[in-house]
């Protein structure tokens, strides 16, 4: 990202969309989140008319399939079985971030063509086993489609903020039983002796970044794994993103206890990462669910997007939400996913439909 212009790359993203900002990928790289190191070699595509920059596409060389919520291990298991060899891929994503928005940036649709068309060529001409695709917003599905590249669906669950005032107001949409479950979870935490302040990205000091490093890690450490990213990475981020972090924290009286990392763009809040080092009872669902519907409500922004996984989420009025990813592949391996994936959009389908029936809402207004 260093080699790319940074107003030039904002300029052709457009949007707010956090994520992709060149701020964001440039702080991956200068903290050694992605290198070859960890496995994600940068090799962004760029496109420049008469010297001005018409089309890019983050893109990273892959030697694993770790840090990317869209799981293709048994497919590399099959390829290889099959005498294959599966790494490196070409992967256009965010890392670590299963996070819908903008993969493809150009100023029209011949310039995105014309990348669809070079990492297409790339796969077929350099022997690499494929070249994924995940998270996009669906300007450029048509075109992808065209391409020969096979569409993955996948499912999350995200909070539609329908002009709340308050918490409250959210309850009131609710059924009696759920209204009740949410209060109880609620009053649990406080009965604990737990108390929030969220905090802007500006108002937050080293002191404090070091203590929500601390539990940040914790959450991976505990799984007997490192985590993605440093806390390089999250000074970083702090000193040239501040307006877009939102980071609310858990007090025991004056100590904190937990933490919650949030990212705002546009009209959405992306609730990303949190950590804590003792156990508190629905310390995690208040500190990273409802903080974050709170946050919401109080700076007026439509859409929560928590996460990947966690059915937990539909009781507490998360909506499903359908997700793409897109996969173009070797000959033989590609038929083989095209069929798996036919069968598996079908499932997605019907688990979408099941997934609407365990919102805790009153009507089927609230759903979408």
């Given at each position: ?32 989140a992605?290198?070859?190191q ?13 010297g ?6 983050p893109?990273?060389?892959?030697h694993?399939?770790?840090g990317?919520?869209?799981f ?8 290889e ?10 992967l ?19 310039c ?65 039983r ?10 649990q ?104 519907i ?75």
């Open positions: 990202m260093a080699d790319v212009d940074a107003g030039e790359w904002n300029a052709l993203l457009g949007s707010r969309y956090p994520f992709l900002r060149h701020e964001f990928l440039h702080a991956l790289e200068v903290s050694g992605v290198s070859e960890t496995g994600w070699i940068p090799a962004h595509l760029v496109a420049r008319f008469e001005q920059l018409v089309a890019a596409m893109l990273y060389e892959k694993h399939s770790r990317e919520y869209v293709d291990y048994q497919w590399a298991d099959a390829w079985r099959a005498g294959g060899r599966y790494y490196p891929k070409l256009s994503a965010v890392p670590f971030s299963p996070v819908t928005g903008p993969r493809i940036l150009a100023s029209d649709a011949a995105a063509q014309q990348l669809i068309e070079v990492v297409t060529a790339s796969v077929l001409q350099h022997g690499l086993s494929g070249a994924h695709l995940l998270f996009p917003q669906s300007t450029f599905d048509q075109q992808l489609e065209e391409s020969g590249w096979l569409l993955r669906l996948g499912c999350q669950y995200h909070w539609h903020n329908r002009g709340y005032h308050r918490f409250e107001d959210f309850l009131a949409v609710c059924t009696s759920k209204r009740k479950n949410f209060r109880k979870e609620r009053a935490v406080t009965a604990q002796g737990i108390s929030f302040r969220a905090f802007r990205g500006e108002e937050v000091d080293e002191r404090l970044w070091r203590q929500f490093f601390t539990f940040y890690a914790a959450t991976y450490l505990k799984r007997g794994q490192r985590p993605y990213l440093s806390l390089a990475f999250f000074l970083q981020l702090a000193e040239h993103m501040a307006e877009s972090i939102r980071l609310v924290v858990a007090y025991a009286g004056e100590q904190e206890v937990a933490a919650a990392f949030f990212l705002t763009g546009g009209n959405t809040l992306y609730g990303r990462y949190w950590g804590c080092l003792d156990e508190y009872d629905k310390l995690h669902f208040e500190t990273c669910f409802y903080q974050g709170d946050l919401c409500i109080a700076e007026g922004l439509a859409h929560f997007d928590a996460g990947a996984q966690g059915e937990h989420k539909l009781i507490r009025g998360f909506e499903p939400q359908l997700t793409s990813s897109w996969h173009l592949l070797q000959p033989g391996l590609h038929e083989a996913v095209e069929e798996f994936l036919l069968q598996e959009r079908a499932a997605i389908h019907r688990y979408y439909a099941d997934a609407l029936s365990y919102l805790p809402y009153r009507n089927e207004d609230c759903s979408e």
